[in-house]
């Protein structure tokens, strides 16, 4: 079982205090995590972030991906248009769970208005360590249909 992973992390200027935070957190934890930013609190817009975020654990380079605003929509709507990407808005445990075990999201995606730290945190763990079940597999080959602009029955 995988116990370290290669993380990306991003926010817009709401989510950057959280971020922050669990920068800290997971840093001390020994992951290796990667700052896509936004750099204050005063100025960055989501979309860059996620951008940033979803190409890089696209393409291979990170493990999981970890996006931060206001409520989490934002980010998760950017990171789901960067095609071959699955970003999941959780503000629970239980979701974060089922984002991977059903969904095998690598993105995980969540709102800083709607969670505390150590809420996160723990949703953050949970996603890190949840495991894609593959009975599935039907319904993202699906998925990836509706990305190659095929129409479903």
């Excluded at 959280?18 to 896509?36: H, I």
């Excluded at 940033?52 to 970890?66: E, F, N, Q, S, T």
């Excluded at 248009?81 to 629970?92: E, I, N, S």
């Excluded at 709102?111 to 949970?126: M, S």
């Amino acid at each position: 079982m995988q116990t370290q992973f290669k993380l990306a992390i991003g926010c817009d200027l709401a989510g950057y205090d959280l971020k922050v935070e669990m920068l800290r957190r997971l840093r001390s934890k020994g992951y290796d995590v990667t700052d896509f930013g936004c750099d204050s609190s005063q100025a960055g817009e989501y979309p860059v972030a996620a951008q940033k975020v979803a190409l890089a654990v696209r393409d291979g380079g990170y493990d999981r991906g970890i996006l931060i605003c206001g409520t989490g929509q934002g980010v998760a709507m950017a990171a789901n248009k960067v095609k071959g990407t699955r970003a999941a808005l959780c503000y629970t445990p239980f979701a974060a769970l089922m984002a991977r075990e059903h969904n095998d999201a690598r993105i995980l995606a969540t709102g800083a208005w709607l969670t505390t730290a150590d809420e996160f945190e723990q949703i953050v763990e949970i996603f890190l360590f949840g495991k894609y079940s593959g009975k599935h597999d039907h319904r993202l080959e699906m998925l990836a249909r509706i990305e190659k602009g095929e129409m479903l029955d």
